[in-house]
């Protein structure tokens, strides 16, 4: 069964250098391939002229439009102030780089005729050096997927990887009340999911790296903070 509608959620924090691509691109593709569809950019806390950017392209791409948020919520907060606003019985989100592959959106969002979930993985099948990010980057990700592991117990490769989609109703069957707003709110996400027995499916993509992201080094002591405490309550996720 083809799927032929979709609500996508965009976060954007002052991504006025970027966004303007993505919405050309992600428009198009979805426009194209989709009977209804319906992105949400939800501009947070933005003192740039994200929000400018956005309202102006919309005038004419009727399926965008932009949900602003004035006061700072976190990337997870805005995701899940957009999905409460999705209009479709499908639904995602992806990051506001533009750093994936269509072909693979495309694979990732078919996959829910079969799965509840889908995930993008970097790292699911690939070896350290086949991963397209800066050193750093790549140290940071084995670290974070390990304590994920360890603490948390959700064995996926990658929890990260700025593309998640899944049905509305498996959104709907979780309590949307998180404790994780930051960065951190994807592991969050998955382990209610996994709570719920839902079917998730690990979806491997190829990535662009690109430049001005808006994670900064000094969100990881917020982020080991929040996953302790994910720790402690894991089993009553759901």
Known sequence: MAIDEISLVIPAHNEEKRILN??????????????????IVVAN??????????????????????????????????????????????CGFIDADDAFELKDLTRMINSLNDYDVAIASKWIGKSFSEVNEPFFRKIMSRGWNFLIRLMIGIGFSDTQAGAKFFRKSAFNSI????????????????????????????????????????????????????????????????
């Open 22 to 39: 993505t919405l050309r691109v992600y428009s198009k593709f979805f426009d194209e391939n989709f009977d209804k569809a319906d992105i």
């Open 45 to 90: 806390n933005c003192s740039d002229k994200t929000v400018e950017i956005i309202e102006k392209f919309s005038e004419g791409n009727p399926s965008v439009r932009v949900l602003e948020i004035p006061h700072k919520v976190g990337k997870g907060g805005a995701v899940l102030a957009g999905l409460k606003n999705a209009k479709y019985d499908y």
């Open 175 to 238: 309590n949307h009340n998180f404790i994780c707003t930051g960065f951190e709110f994807d592991v969050e996400l998955l382990c209610r999911f996994k709570n719920k027995n839902l079917n998730i499916l690990e979806v491997p993509v190829t990535t662009r790296h690109m430049p001005n992201s808006s994670f900064k080094v000094s969100s990881i002591y917020s982020m080991f903070r929040k996953l302790i405490k994910l720790s402690e309550l894991k089993s009553n996720l759901k």
